[in-house]
């Protein structure tokens, strides 16, 4: 099932992506709490104006080690190195990346995201399937200049517009090979798949269960399996995942 999330008259509502014809079934309330009661109203693909499909209760929550690299080859029995974002770095499909004036370097990273259905702390490998919503894409946004400055992170990944996610969520899905590419202003510049992660999903989640309390609508961003890509202002970035879709951000500078 793929679930999304517009902006309507009466405020952002949830919706059932038609398989068929692309139109959303607008639900009465949240799918992650209320189940899938339709209202009755259907909003046509070409008039529907997405926004993120999640907002996180709490955090987003990187990894720095996801996947292996030619000068760093992580133990995937180790628990992951970790970052977090804060739920006001969170924006939707189209929702301009704004470049502050104090960032110089920002590069931009197509991630699997993980969305946290329940309460879970210390969650057992067999038992992650129980603590998953679905999955999205995620563009980790990194100011790389302020991450030499500051190796902490926070405000080189946690800055506003810093972590797009959409465009929608999907419920069901084999993340053990899909493929994750960028392109830019057309022009594919990344290409790779998840199974190259050092950890599967599972894993993921159940190490990073072990080092935060996960809540309802948390995010995991798994990492990408390539460099971040430089973009400048005026591109067009779009992270496409197998499966999921397409992420599209135009990149802005601050007013």
Same mark, same amino acid.
């Given at each position: 099932?793929?679930?999304?999330?517009?902006?309507?008259?009466?405020?952002?509502?949830?919706?059932?992506?038609d398989?068929?014809?692309?139109?959303?079934?607008? *639900? %009465? #309330?949240?799918?992650?709490?209320?189940?899938?009661?339709p209202t009755g109203q259907i909003v046509n693909r070409a008039d529907a104006n997405l926004v993120s499909p999640?907002?996180?209760?709490?955090?987003?929550?990187? *990894? %720095? #080690?996801?996947?292996p690299a030619p000068e760093f080859h992580p133990d995937p029995n180790s628990l992951p190195?970790?970052?977090?974002?804060?739920?006001?770095s969170v924006v939707?499909?189209?929702?301009?990346?704004?470049i502050p004036p104090w960032a110089s370097d920002v590069r931009h990273e197509p991630e699997l995201a993980i969305v946290i259905s329940r309460i879970a702390k210390d969650v057992p490998v067999e038992r992650v399937k129980d603590v998953i919503f679905g999955y999205t894409i995620a563009n980790d946004v990194t100011d790389m200049a302020s991450l030499v400055e500051d190796p902490r992170s926070a405000r080189a990944k946690g800055f506003d517009t810093a972590c797009p996610i959409g465009p929608i969520i999907v419920t069901d899905l084999d993340t053990s090979d899909?493929?994750?590419?960028?392109?830019?202003?057309?022009?594919?510049?990344?290409?790779?798949?998840?199974?190259?992660?050092?950890r599967d999903v599972p894993q993921i989640v159940s190490q990073v269960s072990q080092v935060f309390t996960l809540l309802p609508g948390d995010v995991i961003i798994t990492g990408s399996p390539f460099p971040?890509?430089?973009?400048?202002?005026?591109?067009?970035?779009?992270?496409?995942?197998e499966g999921i879709g397409e992420l599209r951000n135009p990149v802005v500078a601050s007013a």
């Open positions: 099932m793929k679930i999304a999330r517009l902006t309507l008259n009466q405020g952002p509502r949830f919706a059932v992506v398989e068929g014809t692309g139109n959303y079934h607008v *639900l %009465a #309330d949240d799918p992650m709490y209320a189940g899938l009661e999640i907002i996180p209760r709490s955090k987003v929550v990187g *990894l %720095a #080690d996801a996947y190195l970790t970052f977090l974002k804060p739920n006001t939707g499909p189209n929702v301009p990346i704004t899909l493929q994750i590419t960028v392109s830019v202003n057309g022009e594919e510049r990344g290409r790779g798949t998840t199974a190259d992660l050092v971040a890509i430089a973009t400048n202002v005026g591109d067009d970035v779009v992270c496409a995942i």
